[in-house]
């Protein structure tokens, strides 16, 4: 099986119940973040994005909060379900030093357990 | 569409080999990049590309090679494999560099003995 996220810290929740999953970013000039979410042997899958001019968005079962004063970024699944459980990560869009190009960078991720 | 397609998915290497990770996608994307995921360390870039013939280094560039001689393709060369570049790599893409998500593919499981 996958060794990825061995040491990750770990949210446990009962079905059906909503699960919130919190990330720190690092920069204040990103202004484009990005959840992903990744199951056992699967490469990262896209949830929900948000640009920095907004505070909250919406997707299906699933909002995104942005706290640009503490540099906070939050997941909010409701009504979660067993096959919600998986790793997930945010992700931020970093200015390139040199050139002005911007690359993503991934916070370590958390992995969510649902239990039934 | 195939989305970004990886080969191989698993590979077992000797130290000092070198080997070529492939990427290919099939959406016509601008933007092309490779990540290495350790255990507890989330993926850190290795490698990104804007467009056709243009490279850039991530955050940790040191003992990879990367060309993008086709928009569709972007692989990434291991020069001389040591067992501190035992991970798993994912290749993703996206329509451009700056604002929007990327998709992965299902990553290469590489190990070095």
């Known amino acids: 099986g996958e060794s990825v996220g061995l040491h990750l810290p770990t949210l446990s929740v009962q079905e059906g119940d909503n699960s919130i999953i919190n990330c720190a970013y690092s920069?204040?000039?990103?202004?484009?973040f990005i959840w992903y979410k990744q199951e056992s042997g699967k490469g990262p899958q896209f949830i929900i994005d948000?640009?920095?001019?907004?505070d909250k968005r919406q997707g299906q079962r699933v909002t995104v909060l942005l706290n640009k004063t503490v540099k906070h970024l939050s997941l909010q699944i409701a009504a979660t379900q067993p096959g919600d459980s998986a790793v997930y990560f945010c992700a931020e869009i970093l200015p390139s030093q040199d050139t002005g190009r911007r690359a993503l960078t991934f916070g370590s991720g958390t992995r969510l357990q649902v239990q039934p | 569409n195939a989305g970004v397609t990886q080969t191989p998915k698993f590979q077992v290497l000797k130290t000092g080999q070198s080997m070529t990770l492939q990427c290919a996608q099939d959406m016509n994307h601008e933007y092309m990049s490779w990540y290495r995921q350790d255990p507890g360390m989330g993926l850190r870039l290795i490698h990104y590309s804007v467009g056709a013939g243009i490279t850039d280094q991530g955050e940790v560039p040191n003992g990879y090679n990367v060309s993008r001689s086709t928009t569709e393709d972007f692989p990434l060369r291991l020069l001389s494999a040591a067992p501190s570049q035992t991970s798993v790599y994912f290749c993703?893409?996206?329509?451009?560099?700056?604002?929007?998500?990327?998709?992965f593919g299902d990553g290469t499981r590489l190990s070095i003995l």
């Open positions: 920069n204040s000039a990103s202004d484009y």
């Open positions: 948000i640009r920095s001019n907004m």
């Open positions: 993703a893409s996206s329509r451009d560099s700056g604002n929007q998500p990327q998709h």
